[in-house]
T-cell receptor, first 116, second 115 residues
Framework: GAGVSQTPSNKVTEKGKYVELRCDPI?????LYWYRQSLGQGPEFLIYFQGTGAADDSGLPNDRFFAVRPEGSVSTLKIQRTERGDSAVYLC??????????????FGPGTRLTVL | AQKITQTQPGMFVQEKEAVTLDCTYDTSDQSYGLFWYKQPSSGEMIFLIY??????QNATEGRYSLNFQKARKSANLVISASQLGDSAMYFC????????????FGTGTRLKVLA
């Protein structure tokens, strides 16, 4: 079956602009995660959803970042007034059952965001 | 607080040899999961292996095994019979099973397999 997909694969924007990054999880996966990965670093947790609700958004760096998952499937990460420091690869992952001990995340290919 | 430490920024191994990638963790939870992921130059994160904190035996998946030493809070990845295609970044991650279920990743180890 299809894996996690993310669009666009690359996004170049200017400082101060608004961007939306989309994630389409594996069908049936109830948990969805967003991460940010800077060059040479591991993925940094941003937010996760269980169904439609944000179960933990403690990783969002500030109020310019927001994410939604209105129907419990596709999720959109929204960044307002982008800054150069927001440049990174944004990764999305989904999993079948967040309460499961061996619950495994499956990652999408990421969106490379460049803020000029 | 959760923390993952990978102290080897880069490793080299000769093809067909075994290599161990180090990972230590910190948590106050009794129930947690430990994961290893591979990230080739293409960028996609690939799940390799999982170890639960209550699992008594070390996890194995093909050429991958996880050397789990709970008292030392270490979860090292062992890759046997290295192949050129194993050259990649490797990340250790942890998820606590109480409260928040978020995953915390280490900074990674870049492995280069030499022909």
């Amino acid at each position: 079956g299809a894996g996690v997909s993310q669009t666009p694969s690359n996004k170049v924007t200017e400082k101060g602009k608004y961007v939306e990054l989309r994630c389409d999880p594996i069908s049936g996966h109830t948990a969805l995660y967003w991460y940010r990965q800077s060059l040479g670093q591991g993925p940094e947790f941003l937010i996760y959803f269980q169904g439609t609700g944000a179960a933990d958004d403690s990783g969002l760096p500030n109020d310019r970042f927001f994410a939604v998952r209105p129907e419990g499937s596709v999720s959109t990460l929204k960044i307002q007034r982008t800054e150069r420091g927001d440049s990174a690869v944004y990764l999305c992952a989904s999993s079948l059952n967040i309460a499961g001990g061996s619950d495994t995340q499956y990652f999408g290919p990421g969106t490379r965001l460049t803020v000029l | 607080a959760q923390k993952i430490t990978q102290t080897q920024p880069g490793m080299f191994v000769q093809e067909k040899e075994a290599v161990t990638l180090d990972c230590t963790y910190d948590t106050s939870d009794q129930s947690y999961g430990l994961f290893w992921y591979k990230q080739p130059s293409s960028g996609e994160m690939i799940f390799l292996i999982y170890q639960g904190s209550y699992d008594e035996q070390n996890a194995t998946e093909g050429r991958y095994s996880l050397n789990f030493q709970k008292a030392r809070k270490s979860a090292n990845l062992v890759i046997s019979a290295s192949q050129l295609g194993d050259s990649a970044m490797y990340f250790c991650a942890m998820r606590e099973n109480s409260g928040t279920y978020k995953y915390i990743f280490g900074t990674g180890t870049r492995l280069k397999v030499l022909a």
